[in-house]
């Protein structure tokens, strides 16, 4: 599920004219993001988090983007979709998502 978020991603930016030439590379297990583009590195960051905000409206998905380097044209950002772990437990401040609220699945037989 989480491989066609990334696609869809970059699909989005390159149709919005965002990045030219994009590609995601792994390096000791992180997953970057190079892109070519015309934007400087600060406007580009904001346009990749806007892109990434967009795809996960109305998800529990959030986008995380962080700068590392750039070299001429070429920007490279650590960028992942974060899916928020569960509670386990409750920690007492009565939050939405509270291991207590949850609705408790039958027992199964």
């Known amino acids: 599920m989480l491989a066609t978020f990334y696609r869809r991603f970059e699909e989005a930016l390159h149709q919005e004219g965002i990045v030219t030439k994009s590609g995601w590379r792994t390096h000791a297990g992180q997953r970057f993001f190079y ?7 600060s406007s580009l960051t904001e346009r990749l988090m806007e892109a990434g905000e967009r795809l996960t409206t109305g998800t529990k998905l959030k986008p995380e983007c962080i700068y590392v380097r750039s070299g001429d044209d070429q ?29 408790k699945s039958p027992p199964q037989s």
């Open 35 to 41: 892109v070519s583009s015309a934007l400087p590195a």
């Open 75 to 103: 920007h490279v950002y650590r960028f992942r979709f974060l899916v928020p772990s569960e509670k386990q437990f409750c920690c007492g401040n009565l939050c939405e998502d509270c291991f207590l609220l949850r609705e």
